[in-house]
Nanobody
Framework: QVQLVESGGGSVQAGGSLKLTCAAS????????MGWFRQAPGKEREFVAA????????YYVDSVKGRFTISRDHAKNTVYLQMNSLKPEDTAAYYC??????????????????WGQGTQVTVSS
């Protein structure tokens, strides 16, 4: 079992920054990959970024490349999503997810085993 708790969401103006945090517990954090997804009202859940268990390999959806950075701190059992140059189209509920079946990152939500409760990000123009 893995428990995930997100924080750091909020409301910002376009061009601003936010840093999301996801605290994990319940299983050795260094053994599983982590991902961030988002879901806007009326839309399907969308992959945003993922990071492997070790080695720090990361991957991003094209729309956030160069603006968002995913990172993880094994000492704190935490994964982060630094979001810069935010745009109104980034408005969504953001969810972190844990993939415990293997240490490799993946972009498909069905490949993740545990999910946090979500944190809302609202970007105004």
């Amino acid at each position: 079992q893995v428990q995930l708790v997100e924080s750091g969401g909020g409301s910002v103006q376009a061009g601003g920054s936010l840093k999301l945090t996801c605290a994990a517990s319940g299983r050795a954090f260094s053994t599983y990959a982590m991902g961030w997804f988002r879901q806007a009202p009326g839309k399907e859940r969308e992959f945003v970024a993922a990071i492997s268990a070790v080695g720090g390999r990361s991957y991003y959806v094209d729309s956030v490349k160069g603006r968002f950075t995913i990172s993880r701190d094994h000492a704190k059992n935490t994964v982060y999503l630094q979001m810069n140059s935010l745009k109104p189209e980034d408005t969504a509920a953001y969810y972190c997810a844990a993939r415990i079946r293997d240490p490799y990152l993946n972009t498909a939500s069905r490949e993740y085993d545990y999910w946090g409760q979500g944190t809302q990000v609202t970007v105004s123009s």
